[in-house]
């Protein structure tokens, strides 16, 4: 399983781009943190600064969630499919190998959007993200029943629908999270707008948790069934 896990990691060549857009993001937000503790006037330099960090923050928070599409992309783009299949012990270790990069990717991302958002003295804002993670795990289930379903191919459209779902997500729930602490909405003291805003989140988390580890005994059966093994 670890083992697995490696050779994916190896495969994923972007990772060091994806590295720097952590630091430079940490770097914008810690400029933008500086300018919080200015008691000057917001001029519009400010505000482009401080949006340009959390958007940076944003697109780096979504390229982490992706490392698994990145890795699946990366096998049939260098054409080796044939040899990442055949690396594992058993198919168990390689399904086992593909749900572990898959949390880890994901736990990743959120570490770092804490991270960002204690260095940019946004702590509220930490689980703004928590809805995104809990429907990208969701689709990341249902991606990996499809990826043995069709032996590792790289679903394209799969990767696009994924895209859309995921920027709905943030329009209709990270982004009035948001703007619920910048604008002081207070949305939090409506009932219907508390659950949906601050409670459903947890609960679509370990629905999607659920799902994940349901995802990976039909994958396992369904590998054996297409390869006629016990």
Do not use: C
Not at 60 to 67: K, M, R, Y
Not at 94 to 122: K, P, R
């Amino acid at each position: 399983m670890f083992k697995q896990l490696m050779i994916s990691l190896t495969l994923i060549k972007e990772k060091y781009i994806y590295l720097l857009f952590m630091l430079f993001s940490l770097l914008l937000g810690s400029l933008s943190s500086t300018n919080h503790q200015v008691p000057v006037q917001r001029d519009q330099d400010t505000v482009l600064s401080m949006s340009f960090a959390e958007t940076t923050a944003l697109v780096t928070f979504f390229l982490l969630l992706t490392l698994f599409y990145t890795k699946q992309y990366n096998i049939n783009r260098y054409k080796v499919s044939e040899w990442y299949y055949t690396q594992p012990l058993s198919p168990k270790s390689l399904i086992l190998g593909d749900l572990l990069l898959i949390i880890l990717t994901h736990l990743l991302s959120y570490i770092y959007w804490i991270v960002f958002n204690l260095v940019n003295q946004t702590p509220e804002k930490m689980n703004m993200m928590l809805m995104v993670s809990a429907v990208s795990l969701i689709l990341h289930s249902l991606y990996l029943l499809i990826i043995y379903r069709s032996l590792g191919q790289f679903e394209t459209m799969y990767s696009i629908f994924y895209t859309l779902v995921i920027l709905i997500t943030l329009g209709f729930h990270a982004f009035i999270v948001r703007n619920d602490y910048d604008m002081n909405l207070h949305l939090s003291r409506m009932g219907g707008w508390h659950f949906y805003l601050y409670q459903l989140p947890y609960i679509t988390f370990v629905g999607s948790i659920a799902l994940l580890l349901g995802a990976y005994f039909l994958a396992y059966h369904q590998f054996n069934k297409r390869h006629h093994l016990a």
